[in-house]
């Protein structure tokens, strides 16, 4: 089943934008990951956030973590077409047994050029 | 360093023949993953290993889905006999056993007939 739900389901957007996605979950979690997906390849872990941080950067990267609204966001600053992916949160479970991930159905973006 | 490989990376069956896949994980990594993708969702756990055991094969069907990690490095993932449902992308990942970040391997598409 399903831990995440990533929003919105698509966005599109011009090359030099920034792009937000957001992830909601359900239960309680020790912390929470993005990871990013090009066409017909695998996952690529891009940052990890625990749950005791509140945000984190990584380059053009910043992750928003309110563990008081189970919610995450991602923003993907001054945007480039290689960052057209699907992008996914994945949680790392209290209790669902360690290092074991339940991803969301992810967020499809396209970076206009 | 090389990252997870697998193979083949498409394969097309009939329905009700048997078909496996192969995953050879990043060097010393001892916890290795299967997952499953259906098309316009998040991976979804099918079995976690730790070195050669099994520790968590909750979501492996059973009747019909077989894997093993002889020697604690490769894996071979078997479905027999295929059902039409089975097509997807099964996707290869591995770790270090106290990292909770995961390295995916490429994906084999399966096309079941």
């Known amino acids: 089943s399903q831990q995440g739900e990533e929003d919105p389901q698509a966005l599109s957007i011009q090359e030099g934008e920034n792009a937000t996605m957001n992830c909601s979950y359900k239960?309680?979690?020790?912390?929470l990951q993005w990871y990013r997906q090009n066409s017909g390849r695998g996952l690529v872990h891009l940052i990890l956030i625990r749950s005791n941080e509140r945000e984190k950067h990584s380059g053009r990267l910043r992750v928003t973590l309110d563990t008081s609204k189970k919610s995450s966001s991602l923003l993907i600053t001054a945007s480039r077409a290689a960052d057209t992916a699907s992008y996914f949160c994945a949680t790392d479970r209290r209790g669902a047994g360690s290092y074991q991930l339940t991803f969301g159905k992810g967020t499809k973006l396209s970076v206009i050029p | 360093e090389a990252g997870v490989v697998q193979s083949p990376r498409y394969k097309i069956i009939e329905k009700k023949q048997p078909v496996a896949f192969w995953c050879n994980p990043i060097?010393?990594?001892?916890?290795l993953y299967w997952y499953l993708q259906n098309l316009g969702q998040g991976p979804e756990l099918l079995i976690r290993y730790e070195n050669e055991e099994a520790v968590d094969d909750s979501q492996l069907p059973k009747d019909r889905f077989s894997a093993e990690r002889l020697k604690g490095v490769d894996s071979t993932l078997k479905i027999q006999p295929a059902e039409l449902g089975d097509s997807a992308v099964y996707l290869c990942?591995?770790?270090?056993?106290?990292?909770?970040?995961?390295?995916f391997g490429p994906g084999t598409r399966l096309t079941v007939l």
């Open positions: 990942a591995s770790s270090y056993l106290i990292s909770n970040e995961q390295f």
């Open positions: 239960t309680s979690i020790n912390n």
């Open positions: 060097s010393g990594h001892n916890t």
